[in-house]
């Protein structure tokens, strides 16, 4: 298990578009980074995560649809784009770079998204409800849009002040240490 850094608000690589996968060239590299991001949204409590959110450049995500207690779907997406959209919705949404910050998106209520998956495979998924608003913002990262951009200009203005508050605790969160305390303190008891 390799829990990594995850970027908070505020730093640049959140901002730049990435660099899409050559999955050919890069097969060899994707399965230990793909397993880190998991190990990393598990650790940290998210429903997905995206490469530039760990320090990477590269246009893929990984998503972790719950469907019962119990039961759950994982989705590996390389280079993900969105072919069409419908509907609206309108849903509390976090997001791992933002801990602690949570608030109304209004986002698209259904999405069709090709991608590659792990193995290279191109797939198409349909979803509505909490994966379709998973994918919307997850595939905004990897366009450099975090979800306070999708707030309207009052509710972002308003956010302000929080946000100067929460950029301080962040300044000294690392999960990656805080998952070796962890399993330090698991293996020390
Ligand atoms: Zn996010």
């Known amino acids: ?4 850094r995850v970027v908070k608000y505020g730093e640049k ?5 990435t660099r899409p996968v050559n999955f050919s060239k890069e097969r060899k590299l994707l399965g230990a980074i793909i397993r880190d991001m998991f190990d990393t949204m598990i650790f940290a409590g998210g429903m997905g995560l995206s490469a530039n959110q760990i320090n990477l450049n590269m246009r893929l995500t990984v998503i972790r649809d719950k469907i019962t207690d ?8 390389i280079n993900p784009e969105i072919m069409a959209k419908s509907g609206t919705q309108k849903g509390q949404e976090g997001c791992l770079s933002f801990p602690g910050l949570f608030t109304e998106v209004k986002r698209f209520s259904r999405v069709k998204v090709k991608a590659l998956n792990d193995k290279g495979l191109p797939v198409e998924i349909c979803a509505d409800g909490l994966l379709a608003r998973a994918l919307q913002h997850e595939i905004d990262h990897l366009n450099g849009i975090t979800f306070i951009e999708r707030l309207p200009l009052i509710t972002r203005v308003k956010l302000k002040p929080v946000l100067r508050k929460l950029k301080k605790e962040w300044a000294r969160m690392d999960e990656s240490s805080m998952a070796k305390e962890s399993r330090w303190k698991r293996e020390n008891r």
């Open 13 to 17: 690589i959140l901002k730049k578009k």
């Open 70 to 77: 119990n039961e759950f779907k994982d989705y590996v997406l």
């Open 1 to 4: 298990m390799a829990v990594r």
